[in-house]
């Protein structure tokens, strides 16, 4: 009955683990996407002030003055190369999200086989192997191999149960 109970406290705190990164990646991407929506409003407004002011220098048949069009289009890039951060800090906030979610899973204890076994477990509820070895233990026993009864298959000294009939050994 405590196995249950430390099962349902992990899935819960794994849970709100998640809930929390993916909140944190929510609210921080809606306030880049703000600030691009902001730039790009602004934008749209420098877009639509060079092109009334060369229509009215058009229209009145003055020539072109060059730097007003000059610095309205400096003003425009700028505006673009905030965009281009803004698009790339927005990518990095998802990224650190994807990463922390990652982290998350890994920090469980996973055996060789590949299942996530809860913190506390000393042998993989999969296939029966202990989880706890160092790596220098485990590429020692690694090299040394049996075979199943069951099937044949051959396997590590220390596995507990058959990689592929699942036998117990």
């Not at 990164?21 to 639509?48: C, H, P, Y």
């Not at 202990?130 to 220098?136: L, M, N, R």
Request: proline content about 2%; glycine content about 8%; hydrophobic content about 25%.
């Amino acid at each position: 009955m405590a196995d249950f109970f430390e099962r349902v406290k992990e899935g819960i705190s794994k849970g709100v683990t998640t809930v929390s990164i993916k909140s944190k990646e929510m609210l921080e991407a809606n306030k880049v996407k703000g600030q691009i929506d902001n730039l790009q409003r602004q934008k749209k407004t420098l877009l639509e002030e060079l092109g009334n002011t060369i229509y009215t220098m058009f229209r009145e048949g003055t020539t072109y003055d060059e730097g007003t069009i000059n610095q309205k289009c400096e003003s425009l890039l700028k505006i673009d190369s905030q965009i281009d951060e803004k698009e790339k800090e927005l990518e990095q906030v998802h990224r650190e999200a994807q990463e922390a979610l990652n982290k998350q899973k890994t920090s469980q204890n996973l055996c060789t086989c590949g299942a996530e076994n809860p913190p506390h477990a000393k042998f993989c509820g999969k296939c029966g192997k202990k989880i706890d070895e160092t790596e220098e233990h485990q590429e020692k026993t690694d090299t040394q191999e049996r075979v199943c009864p069951g099937c044949g298959a051959s396997m590590s000294m220390d596995a507990k149960f058959c990689g592929k009939c699942g036998t117990k050994l």
